[in-house]
């Protein structure tokens, strides 16, 4: 498992605490590996989800700190989105 996908999983526990997230989003960090969220919580997993989001390393890293819109990442083409849109936004609400 790479370090960025390992930091990932702990700063996204952090971010999303005790929030009750239903139906799963994974996060595909191009080069690096998968991070998946779910019901149970975050954990690096490339399995099946509901929505998954891709970017690369400096998208993904900026997206966590805020420093990178998410919505305005994935009209510019840095983020890509397949799968059910009502998740990922669920999960950018989140992460705001």
Do not use: H, W, Y
Request: proline residues 1%; contains cysteine.
């Amino acid at each position: 498992m790479s370090e960025v996908v390992n930091g990932a999983v702990t700063a996204l526990q952090e971010k999303l605490g005790d929030a009750d997230f239903d139906g799963s989003v994974k996060f595909v960090i191009e080069g690096e590996g998968a991070v998946r969220i779910d019901e149970s919580g975050v954990s690096a997993d490339d399995s099946d989800a509901d929505c998954t989001l891709t970017a690369d390393r400096e998208t993904f890293e900026g997206i966590l700190s805020g420093d990178v819109n998410p919505t305005a990442a994935f009209m510019g083409g840095q983020l890509k989105v397949d799968g059910d849109m009502g998740q990922a936004m669920k999960l950018g609400a989140l992460l705001s």
